[in-house]
């Protein structure tokens, strides 16, 4: 079995993408369904997935849970609210008793938006990120790689809360640079209390003539840093159409991970997801 542990879905009828703008990305101003999904993963052997937020609106994170009350296919939720909020414990608990809330397995907010590297390392976002700790959820980091030490600091002051690195920190694929952003992530991945996902490569690459080739010297670190067994694969689905298929996505990342043992691509593919939110 396959868990893709990082994919979106939504519907501009409901919302605007408000992110989803130029030329670039036009590909993906239409509606993306988990119906859509189920069409590129259940033949590709995915049986369970994460659905992520995408906007830090707060009606996105109930419906969110509804769809996955909904849908077999989905097994967690990471969804957003605000981390500043003086009741941010008790909205968590209300979101826990929303239909569905029983799916909500982590937090995630923009802070690659953030325009405070240090962001992170707030009171007042901390006092969040020790509620999210304490309601035994994760946190999804979606950063960019000059705040990377921040996300290290954080991780290293609130032992007790799991930080999950999204995209792999977003690398300079496309430049074919790799410091700083290399260091950063092994001094993020020297602290226990931090996992991976192996995800949102191809869009960091050339989205017109990527190659897996391309992406290993960026998985290798993260292999190498965080270990199989707190690693794990995410389709990125469907930002990533904007550079591949799903299965384009799925086989790279099996050829990424081809030199691995039985047990351990298990880990990637499964085991790791599943630890951390299923």
Request: proline fraction near 7%.
């Amino acid at each position: 079995m396959t868990v893709d542990a990082h994919h979106h879905v939504w519907d501009l009828s409901v919302r605007d993408q408000d992110w989803i703008t130029g030329p670039e990305l036009r590909p993906l101003r239409r509606n993306f369904t988990v119906a859509d999904l189920e069409a590129e993963a259940r033949p590709a052997g995915v049986r369970r997935t994460v659905l992520v937020q995408t906007v830090t609106v707060a009606e996105e994170t109930p419906e969110f849970l509804a769809l996955a009350e909904k849908h077999e296919l989905i097994g967690g939720v990471v969804g957003w609210t605000d981390l500043t909020r003086p009741d941010v414990s008790d909205e968590l608990a209300r979101l826990r008793e929303l239909p569905g809330g029983r799916y909500l397995k982590g937090i995630r907010h923009q802070v690659q938006g953030e325009p405070d590297p240090r962001w992170l390392l707030r009171p007042d976002v901390r006092r969040g990120l020790a509620a999210v700790a304490d309601a035994g959820l994760v946190y999804d980091l979606v950063v960019l790689p000059h705040q990377l030490p921040a996300c290290a600091a954080a991780a290293a002051s609130l032992p007790g809360l799991t930080f999950v690195l999204d995209h792999l920190g977003k690398p300079p694929v496309a430049s074919g640079a790799r410091e700083p952003w290399a260091r950063a992530v092994r001094t993020l991945a020297a602290l226990p209390n931090t996992v991976c996902k192996l995800s949102g490569l191809v869009t960091e690459a050339d989205l017109a003539s990527w190659t897996v080739a391309d992406l290993r010297p960026y998985a290798e670190v993260v292999l190498d840093a965080f270990g199989p067994a707190r690693l794990m694969f995410g389709s990125d689905w469907p930002v990533c159409t904007l550079a591949a298929t799903y299965a384009d996505v799925l086989a790279a990342a099996h050829e990424l991970t081809a030199g691995l043992g039985e047990a351990e691509r298990t880990q990637v593919f499964e085991g790791t997801a599943t630890r951390v939110y299923l």
